[in-house]
């Protein structure tokens, strides 16, 4: 099985495997074994895309978080989309894509954990049943900077996802860096039919413009845009807990309209969310009682309902097709 050492080889010096492999997963949930890679290229390729497929098709709903714009808070978006998702008793994994500056072990409070690898692939890192991939999981050091060209980050973006032993999940929710390069791209290739993605933005002028792109992009690659959130809209005092809208508030809402899209809502600026990223917990978790956690748990809402009652059965059908 490669894995560990294949993704590792991609970023740092390939270090002596590990222990015998285990099952993945805190509730010893285990994986069929893989199959072995044929030396051919040809084959391998085919052998490829039929483990990317197996893994997929035990995945409910893939949701990519987007922005055209940095710093708009699309991690701490996919955070607390994920963990809003795994509180309503979903099956979740996260993971992040965004190759040079991975965000989601800090605001998860997993840095310094490590892979392991499982009878099926990388055993994904657990956070209470949640599983979670990020690069950040193979880098030695946190201030090391990963510097790749396009094919390589899709070779490691392929490997996240067909390597990686997911198992069944509800909902697989992608962090991607800013703008629309090769990560998101690749992610939309690779998964060929994401169910939908949410594209952040912030009220100033200058990023709605931007995040326009997010939602073209979206269109040219035929992934449904489920909306558009407007984080950092406004600012909740600590004391009275009253919004103030600081850098102007609306224009997530018109352009979502100008665009044709869906609002799926506001976010202000809370202490609470910036607090609770420091210190590694999710925010809709750790303040669930909140009026701003609310508000989060609104905008997930379209994202909880494309699950329903249809999941168990749309995977147990996606199986039944393409099993041998
Ligand atoms: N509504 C909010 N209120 C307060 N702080 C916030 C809010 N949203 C995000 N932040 C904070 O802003 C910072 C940037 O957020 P985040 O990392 O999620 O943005 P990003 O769009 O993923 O950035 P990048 O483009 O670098 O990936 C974080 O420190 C986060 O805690
Ligand atoms: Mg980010
Ligand atoms: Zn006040």
Known sequence: ????DAMKANVVKPTAPGGAPTACGADGHRERAGSAHPADGGEKKAADRRQLRSRL??????????SGKGGVGKSTMAVNIAMALKMAGKRVGLLDVDIHGPSIPTMLGLEGKTLEEGQDGV????????????????????DEAVIWRGPRKMGTIKQFLKDVAWGDLDYLIIDSPPGTGDEPLSVCQLIGQLDGAVVVTTPQKV??????KSITF???????????????SGFVCPKC???TAILGSGGGRRMAGDMGVPFLGTIP??????EACDSGRAFVARYAETSTATLMQRIIEPIAALSGAGVSATMANNRKKNLP
């Open 123 to 142: 055993c994904p890192v657990d956070l209470d049943g949640m599983r979670v991939m990020s690069l950040g999981f193979l880098l030695q050091s946190p």
């Open 1 to 4: 099985m490669i894995g560990i």
């Open 241 to 243: 807990g009253e919004i």
């Open 218 to 232: 979206c269109r040219r690659l035929q992934v449904p845009v489920l909306g558009v959130v407007e984080n950092m």
């Open 269 to 274: 600026i809370d202490p609470n969310i910036a």
């Open 207 to 212: 990023a709605a413009v931007d995040v326009r």
């Open 57 to 66: 098709d035990r995945i409910g709903h893939t949701v990519v978080v987007l």
